[in-house]
């Protein structure tokens, strides 16, 4: 007969084990990330326009969940579910800070914003004054302390204007000044370029930054907790219905993925089949996806791969530009869901 203290005692060594291991496997980091399926944002709830025109459906960005730097925990779990990726982190990491990530996701966010209503108002025949500058993206662990700084623009290197200044010709620990402008003062750092692992570095990744001057605007942006610029052309897409007065969508669920520069077109995005999922959970009825090369990497060929082996009705609709998404929603039939 099992002494029921001893079995006790057993058990509650067995659960605190369990406990600790459980501790300690979530805040022990490896060097793999994972993409999970995320979030389905309807544009309307963080673009809202003064006197919004109604629409009969629905527009959406959709996104991901991503981690770099997974927890232990985090990586065992997430090998339990078909919808997740994971990836060893590449060499890419290794001088990065990884909140510095975050910071620029919501940076890329705030650029895509602007250039999707800039792109969306001059296609409706609207002006809005707006500026784009070069900015810093990203900044590297071995960039210079104290100097440049993730969202500064660049305004002059040596003196000379950034979109024409040739970075090739500064040569391994030659010293470089730059002008910046931030926070609405300007400041200058002068930094040298590096050698790391072989290249010549300054340390810093650059990127077209547009804003929108105008003062009159008739919406208002609601922050949220969905980063990256992935959402550019389903934001434009919403935006145009507005500046335009007009609805699209013919009452269906629509959503989509897909950068967007100041002309309009589609650029391709990351984590397309963990939107794919995103997309079918949320019940979409026509998702757009950029269709940019026949390379078996595309994000619609991996996305059209993926759907065929799925059971849904959704519609993929492979996409170049803003003009093919509205040229394809005018071709609609109106849905019978209203």
């Not at 496997?25 to 999970?36: E, G, K, P, Q």
């Not at 707006?130 to 993730?150: G, M, P, Q």
Request: glycine share 6%.
């Amino acid at each position: 007969m099992t002494n029921k203290p001893t079995k006790y005692y057993i058990e509650w060594a067995v659960l605190m084990l369990l406990t600790l291991l459980i501790l300690i496997s979530s805040l022990i980091r490896v060097d793999y990330a994972f993409t999970a399926p995320g979030y389905n944002d309807e544009v309307i709830d963080f673009i809202q326009f003064d006197t919004p025109t109604s629409l009969a459906g629905s527009l959406h960005t959709t996104s991901v969940i991503h981690y770099e730097k997974t927890t232990m925990l985090q990586y065992y779990t997430a090998q339990l579910f078909n919808e997740v990726d994971i990836d060893e982190l590449s060499d890419y990491y290794d001088y990065i800070d990884l909140d510095d990530l975050t910071v620029r996701s919501f940076l890329m966010k705030d650029d895509s914003i602007a250039t999707s209503i800039i792109v969306a108002a001059n296609l409706a025949g609207e002006t809005l004054a707006y500026e784009s500058y070069t900015a810093v993206y990203l900044t590297r662990t071995f960039l210079d302390r104290d100097t440049l700084a993730i969202g500064d623009y660049i305004l002059t290197v040596n003196d000379i204007d950034v979109e024409t200044f040739d970075f090739s010709t500064v040569e391994c620990d030659e010293t470089v000044t730059f002008k910046v402008l931030r926070d609405g003062q300007n400041h200058t750092f002068d930094v040298t370029k590096k050698d790391i692992d072989g290249t010549c570095q300054f340390g810093i990744t650059l990127g077209t930054f547009s804003v929108i001057t105008d003062n009159n605007l008739p919406y208002d942006i609601i922050e949220n907790n969905t980063g990256g610029p992935s959402g550019g052309i389903m934001q434009a897409l919403y935006a145009y219905t507005q500046f335009t007065q007009t609805d699209l969508t013919n009452g269906y669920k629509i959503a989509g993925t897909g950068t967007i520069d100041l002309t309009g077109n589609a650029g391709p995005i990351g984590g397309i089949e963990q939107k794919i999922y995103t997309a079918i959970h949320n019940d979409i009825d026509i998702f757009f996806v950029p269709y940019l090369s026949d390379d078996l990497d595309d994000n619609y060929i991996v996305a059209r791969r993926l759907l065929d082996t799925l059971e849904t009705d959704m519609d993929l609709i492979p996409i170049q530009t803003l003009d093919d998404v509205i040229t394809h929603l005018n071709n609609l039939e109106s849905s019978d869901a209203t």
